[in-house]
């Protein structure tokens, strides 16, 4: 008759791999879920992030120019 660790070895090893892989996937769920929060209440008007882009340009520039000499 075999012996009957092997198999209790395996059973064990298989649920901690599942219950780590659960812990994993809920961890990133509950990761994505907050991205999903902070985008839905990005900046109050739309036009913020045009403002900040335009500051980066402006900025690009300036660091071009210098630069340059």
């Known amino acids: 008759m075999a012996d009957p660790i092997l198999p ?6 298989f649920l901690g791999g599942a219950g780590l892989t659960s812990l994993a996937l809920l ?7 907050e991205l999903k929060r902070l985008e ?5 008007s739309p ?3 045009r403002i900040e882009l335009a500051s980066l340009r402006e900025r690009v520039r300036r660091l071009e120019a ?4």
Do not use: N, T
Not at 66 to 69: K, L, N, S, T, V
């Open 8 to 13: 209790l070895a395996f059973a064990a090893a």
């Open 27 to 33: 961890r990133g769920w509950r990761g994505w879920l």
């Open 66 to 69: 210098i630069a340059e000499g």
């Open 47 to 49: 036009s913020g992030g």
């Open 40 to 44: 839905l209440s990005g900046p109050a």
